[in-house]
């Protein structure tokens, strides 16, 4: 189009039909668009008699609408948004053509103002169309440093009935189990990239609170124990501890914070019943020793504490495994080789348990020769 006036205002009406949903015979147009602003709604004469019939026919339109997006009337910019919203649609055979779209696009991931927009989309738009923009901010740099953004993102995603206090809010909430499902993976897989992208990027300064949602959404599914089972349930519950993980590993994280994390993970390793989460609540738990200097840790009674504890625990109800490995990793990294009771730790491993498994003694040696604990520390990353 040459007026690039026109061809903006005509983006923006596509982006308000291909969000469109006819009503049920229960519903008016308010209710079964209830993410749609008063002014959108009168801005495509819903009300009007004449323009019935062309709702009638709006899966084909919609299709239509598309294909003129596919043309040349439109910059990449201004065709991006529409076909991002139709790419969200329930109609596979409109998702397929506006994924054609999307990919020959040129747009960049690390447009601020895109982002932006995305970010703003986000925060109006039901869960179909959030899981498919969290989808393209994985692809941001850029928004890995938009803080206030993402954490806007986790609370509004990972929200309840019982949080949801105005009546937006609760037409945002998923409608489905499945819904639920895809938007939290969706959720998990943006954060992962967050916290891989983010600790290189000026500004990221929200690893800590991003943990600390983190572990309310597991204890939200019950904790230490798990109180929803499903496959996904349990998907999501492995994810989330292996982004506490990655995120703790980069944090800025006073070491009082660290140990109380810590002691989060080893009680969570020891009682969670889900198997297919115990390799990332150790990797999370690993990711914790990085920023603890051996002779701070020796410093800390609270630490030695902590250890012994759960050195100590017997192999039986409510633990459903044991922590002895993690413990004395824990002792061999976070404490002076001239540190009595990381020694002590040791021994214990060696020698404490009949039938012991041979990973646990071997980390005990390690800890008691001067040696193999050395090349340890000097291997081990700052």
């Given at each position: 189009?040459s007026?690039?006036?026109?061809?903006?205002?005509?983006?923006?009406?596509?982006?308000?039909?291909?969000?469109?949903?006819?009503?049920?015979?229960?519903?008016?147009?308010?209710?079964?668009?209830?993410?749609?602003?008063?002014?959108?709604?009168?801005s495509?004469?819903?009300?009007?008699?004449?323009?019935?019939?062309?709702f009638?026919?709006?899966?084909?339109?919609?299709?239509?609408?598309?294909?003129?997006?596919?043309?040349?009337?439109?910059?990449?910019e201004?065709k991006?948004?529409?076909?991002?919203?139709?790419a969200?649609?329930?109609?596979?055979?409109?998702?397929?053509?506006?994924?054609?779209?999307?990919?020959?696009?040129?747009?960049?991931?690390?447009?601020?103002?895109?982002?932006?927009?995305?970010?703003?989309?986000?925060?109006?738009?039901?869960?179909?169309?959030r899981?498919?923009?969290?989808n393209?901010?994985?692809?941001?740099?850029?928004?890995?440093?938009?803080?206030?953004?993402?954490?806007?993102?986790?609370?509004?995603?990972?929200?309840t009935?019982?949080?949801?206090?105005?009546?937006?809010?609760?037409?945002?909430?998923?409608?489905?189990?499945?819904?639920?499902?895809?938007?939290?993976?969706?959720t998990?897989?943006?954060?992962?990239?967050?916290?891989?992208?983010?600790?290189?990027?000026?500004?990221?300064?929200?690893?800590?609170?991003?943990?600390?949602?983190?572990?309310?959404?597991?204890?939200?599914?019950?904790?230490?124990?798990?109180?929803?089972?499903?496959?996904?349930?349990?998907?999501?519950?492995?994810k989330?501890?292996?982004?506490?993980?990655?995120?703790?590993?980069?944090?800025?994280?006073?070491?009082?914070?660290?140990?109380?994390?810590?002691?989060?993970?080893?009680?969570?390793?020891s009682?969670?019943?889900?198997?297919?989460?115990?390799?990332?609540?150790?990797?999370?738990?690993?990711?914790l020793?990085?920023?603890?200097?051996?002779?701070?840790?020796s410093?800390?009674?609270?630490?030695?504490?902590?250890?012994?504890?759960?050195?100590?625990?017997?192999d039986?109800?409510?633990?459903?495994?044991?922590?002895?490995?993690?413990?004395?990793?824990?002792?061999?990294?976070?404490?002076?080789?001239?540190?009595?009771?990381?020694?002590?730790?040791?021994?214990?491993?060696?020698?404490?348990?009949?039938?012991?498994r041979s990973?646990?003694?071997?980390?005990?040696?390690?800890?008691?020769?001067?040696r193999?604990?050395?090349?340890?520390?000097?291997?081990?990353?700052?």
């Open positions: 189009m007026d690039e006036a026109d061809a903006k205002f005509l983006a923006s009406m596509i982006s308000i039909f291909l969000r469109l949903r006819n009503p049920t015979q229960t519903q008016n147009w308010t209710t079964a668009n209830p993410t749609l602003t008063k002014s959108e709604l009168e495509l004469a819903v009300e009007s008699p004449e323009s019935q019939k062309v009638e026919r709006m899966s084909e339109l919609k299709l239509k609408l598309v294909a003129l997006l596919a043309s040349g009337a439109f910059t990449d201004e991006f948004l529409p076909a991002l919203y139709a969200s649609s329930f109609d596979n055979r409109l998702v397929s053509a506006a994924e054609e779209v999307l990919k020959r696009s040129s747009v960049s991931m690390e447009d601020e103002a895109l982002v932006k927009r995305l970010f703003h989309a986000h925060s109006t738009l039901p869960p179909t169309y899981t498919r923009i969290l393209m901010l994985s692809k941001s740099s850029i928004s890995a440093t938009m803080s206030d953004d993402i954490m806007a993102v986790v609370k509004l995603n990972f929200s009935q019982d949080q949801a206090s105005s009546g937006l809010a609760q037409n945002l909430l998923p409608k489905s189990a499945l819904e639920q499902t895809k938007l939290h993976t969706a998990f897989q943006y954060l992962a990239w967050v916290a891989r992208v983010g600790p290189s990027q000026e500004g990221f300064d929200i690893a800590v609170p991003l943990v600390h949602e983190l572990s309310v959404f597991i204890e939200g599914q019950g904790w230490p124990v798990p109180q929803r089972t499903s496959h996904d349930d349990i998907a999501l519950r492995s989330a501890y292996e982004t506490i993980g990655v995120l703790a590993r980069s944090a800025n994280m006073p070491i009082a914070r660290r140990l109380q994390l810590a002691g989060w993970l080893f009680k969570s390793l009682e969670d019943t889900t198997a297919d989460a115990v390799v990332n609540i150790d990797g999370a738990l690993s990711s020793t990085t920023n603890i200097p051996a002779m701070t840790g410093e800390s009674q609270e630490l030695k504490t902590m250890l012994l504890t759960f050195m100590s625990l017997a039986e109800p409510p633990a459903v495994r044991s922590t002895r490995h993690a413990v004395v990793k824990w002792a061999n990294q976070c404490l002076a080789f001239s540190d009595v009771l990381a020694r002590w730790i040791d021994i214990l491993a060696v020698g404490a348990h009949e039938g012991e990973a646990v003694i071997e980390q005990g040696h390690r800890g008691l020769d001067p193999t604990y050395h090349a340890h520390a000097e291997n081990s990353p700052e």
